[in-house]
T-cell receptor, first 112, second 115 residues
Framework: LAKTTQPISMDSYEGQEVNITCSHNNIATNDYITWYQQFPSQGPRFIIQGYKTKVTNEVASLFIPADRKSSTLSLPRVSLSDTAVYYCLVGDGSGATNKLIFGTGTLLAVQP | DTEVTQTPKHLVMGMTNKKSLKCEQHMGHRAMYWYKQKAKKPPELMFVYSYEKLSINESVPSRFSPECPNSSLLNLHLHALQPEDSALYLC??????????????FGNGTRLTVT
């Protein structure tokens, strides 16, 4: 089963919009796509979840194309405190319930 | 603070010791997970319990033994570990049941060092 891949790192400045992509070519029909934020020595924290098209909440948007083989997390105006590792989480492609696998992770560094 | 509590926060153990990691949630979730995370790597799935039954074992060595005494508690029993087992062990829970996959709620982990 193919890995779920993300860019290793991204740099941004405060106030900019940041878009982080995740490639999940083997996503199963019943899988949702979830994004998490992780700070050092803490557990991942839920950001947003979606199945198709676009989802928006108070902190982020999630864009999912029709083929669902990728997704993009959009953080509208980042601040220094958004410096963290961001992971997408999807099923492993087998369709097994709860077999949820993390992407490779993207380290976002926000500078003043 | 998280809604999933893991104890202890840190653990140092020798290769001949037996220890246990504990995880507790009171959100009424029916699925609970163990993940292992090495430095600068994503968390790796180890075990999943669904409705207190082991549903997924990702070919984890038998020196790791999970236990789910009730719907709120999850343990990971450790015996005869190797230094390469040193990692952050994360517990998570979710509502469980069929998709949609409800979001996972994570604890802050137990930092395990095997000497």
């Amino acid at each position: 089963l193919a890995k779920t891949t993300q860019p290793i790192s991204m740099d941004s400045y405060e106030g900019q919009e940041v878009n982080i992509t995740c490639s999940h070519n083997n996503i199963a029909t019943n899988d949702y796509i979830t994004w998490y934020q992780q700070f050092p020595s803490q557990g991942p924290r839920f950001i947003i979840q979606g199945y198709k098209t676009k989802v928006t909440n108070e902190v982020a948007s999630l864009f999912i194309p029709a083929d669902r083989k990728s997704s993009t997390l959009s953080l509208p105006r980042v601040s220094l405190s958004d410096t963290a590792v961001y992971y997408c989480l999807v099923g492993d492609g087998s369709g097994a319930t709860n077999k949820l696998i993390f992407g490779t992770g993207t380290l976002l560094a926000v500078q003043p | 603070d998280t809604e999933v509590t893991q104890t202890p926060k840190h653990l140092v153990m020798g290769m001949t010791n037996k220890k246990s990691l504990k995880c507790e949630q009171h959100m009424g979730h029916r699925a609970m997970y163990w993940y292992k995370q090495k430095a600068k790597k994503p968390p790796e799935l180890m075990f999943v319990y669904s409705y207190e039954k082991l549903s997924i074992n990702e070919s984890v060595p038998s020196r790791f033994s999970p236990e789910c005494p009730n719907s709120s508690l999850l343990n990971l029993h450790l015996h005869a570990l190797q230094p390469e087992d040193s990692a952050l062990y994360l517990c998570a829970s979710s509502q469980g049941g069929p998709p949609p996959n409800s979001p996972l709620h994570f604890g802050n982990g137990t930092r395990l060092t095997v000497t």
